[in-house]
């Protein structure tokens, strides 16, 4: 085996590799809270020695919680043992699955004290237009924080390699701290394809090509994915998929420069027009369902867990997330898409750290001490075996699983994308960028390109006028951000 890694550790990586190794171990239990150096000192009254942070001073937190396929059994427990902790402080929580409309909703009305005092979940309108405005607090200074349990180790000396260099950030500065971390490609019903004998590890498109034509002679629909939340194709074919196309082209130095800086071309690269050729074959072929633009993410996962869809582009949280509809004896595998026809040339793949806290920065000072307080809390190695187990993430700890019992508290999806990076030379890979673009012809760009998905899929909207459209686009806003400096 040879894999390559961006954005994840090689380490947590190879030992998760090892899992099949590891017995039916009972769980040990996590290590006590060790205290870090006292942080952020007070002078009133009696202060916690863990963080210097005044022990009479009742603060009760609003917070904005996204609820999504992690659900919040991970949540409540982290804010149960934060609690018995720090007992003057309190939650009070609002859980949605559309936690940004409420959220936006708060942010129009410009109300301080109405407003979360700590939150997650996608902002409307992006990131970057509130932090020029101002409105959130920066946590760059937790990355520098002691763990609780890190035996006097920061948070970047305990995070996945390449997690600290390669986490989101606006104007170089961290505004929610990652605190879990999960793999995107092709999730796909394991006892349908033991039953036909379909080639679970395609190496080449072609051979993928192939699979997806068996698979639609059986009367199955190859691949699906949420046509409202078009975005989700991304999981099986975004931009880690441009980076692979770029370095079976012997381009991939430039390619990766540019797409960081956000240098042009970019929706109109070579390598994007490929991938959304790709996308376009497959759909005049009929490899996605005829009504994809109607299903959600649920229905487009069920449609693998009834076996009417074969594979389904999302995520590693899909285990979690449709745990209640899934049969006892389903098991979920993992595949990524391979770009080229060279069975040796690298699979990208997609890994991501995320799922923290945006803190409200016209909050009292103490308010966001405490959030800040949590959100590092929430690296805390028994909080991490709970998002790991309950939540079905993989953690953000490159720590994790030198405890095997811990380890193996990992589900199966996310061990199937291991037991995948086993047989294949894979790079796992962000797609972050170093520039961030306010201009609202940026956001504009992109609908043009998500608005375009679901026609490309089922094969009746050529590629390349909706990318040019986008690339028009995309080029205002990188000239309107240059007049700005």
């Given at each position: ?248 082209n012997g381009n991939l130095k430039k390619f990766e420069d540019d797409f960081r800086s956000f240098k042009l ?221």
């Open positions: 085996m040879k894999v390559k890694m961006k954005s994840i550790s090689t380490a947590l990586a190879l030992s998760l590799v090892a899992l099949s190794a590891v017995g039916c171990a009972k769980a040990q239990e996590p290590a006590k809270d060790a205290a870090p150096a006292p942080q952020n000192g007070t002078s009133q009254g009696a202060a916690y020695t863990e963080n210097g942070l005044p022990k009479d001073q009742k603060v009760t937190l609003k917070v904005g919680f996204f609820e999504s396929g992690m659900g919040r059994e991970w949540f409540d427990f982290a804010m149960n043992t934060f609690k018995e902790k720090f007992p003057n402080v309190s939650f009070e929580v609002v859980y949605s699955p559309k936690i940004d409309t409420i959220t936006g909703t708060k942010i129009a009305a410009n109300n301080d004290s109405d407003m979360f005092d700590l939150f997650s979940g996608n902002i409307p309108g992006g990131v970057e237009a509130l932090v020029a405005a101002g409105k959130l607090e920066p946590q760059e200074d937790l990355w520098d924080r002691k763990a609780y349990d890190g035996g006097g180790k920061t948070l970047k000396d305990i995070a996945l390699d390449g997690e600290y260099a390669s986490a989101p950030r606006v104007m170089g500065k961290t505004y929610a701290l990652p605190v879990a971390g999960t793999a995107g490609g092709l999730m796909y019903n394991k006892a349908l394809f033991e039953q036909n004998g379909w080639n679970q590890n395609p190496k080449t498109w072609d051979e993928f090509m192939k699979l997806c034509e068996a698979i639609k002679a059986k009367g199955v629909i190859p691949v699906t994915f949420p046509g409202v939340y078009p975005t989700y194709i991304e999981n099986a074919f975004g931009a880690w998929k441009l980076f692979e196309l770029a370095e079976a071309p970019n929706h109109t690269s070579p390598e994007s027009v490929e991938r959304w050729n790709k996308i376009y074959e497959m759909g005049k072929k009929g490899y996605f369902p005829e009504g994809v633009s109607a299903l959600n993410h649920t229905q487009s996962q069920m449609q693998v867990i009834q076996g009417k869809a074969a594979m389904v582009s999302t995520g590693t949280w899909v285990q979690n997330e449709m745990k209640e509809s899934t049969p006892p004896d389903f098991k979920w595998g993992f595949m990524s898409v391979p770009m080229t026809n060279k069975a040796d040339d690298t699979i990208w793949i997609r890994l991501s750290a995320g799922n923290g806290n945006y803190i409200w920065a016209a909050k009292p000072e103490l308010n966001k001490k405490w959030a800040k307080e949590f959100n590092v809390w929430l690296w805390n190695l028994s909080v991490q075996s709970v998002i790991a187990e309950k939540g079905g993430m993989l953690p953000a700890r490159k720590d994790f699983s030198d405890d095997a019992a811990r380890a193996a508290k990992i589900q199966d999806a996310p061990k199937a994308m291991y037991e995948y990076m086993k047989k294949n030379k894979v790079m796992l890979e962000s797609g972050f960028r170093n520039v961030s673009l306010t201009d609202p012809a940026y956001q504009q760009s992109l609908k043009v390109i998500n608005e375009a998905i679901s026609q490309i899929a089922i094969g009746k909207q050529e590629p390349l006028p909706k990318l040019q459209e986008a690339e028009e686009l995309l080029k205002k806003a990188i000239d309107a951000q240059a007049q700005k400096k």
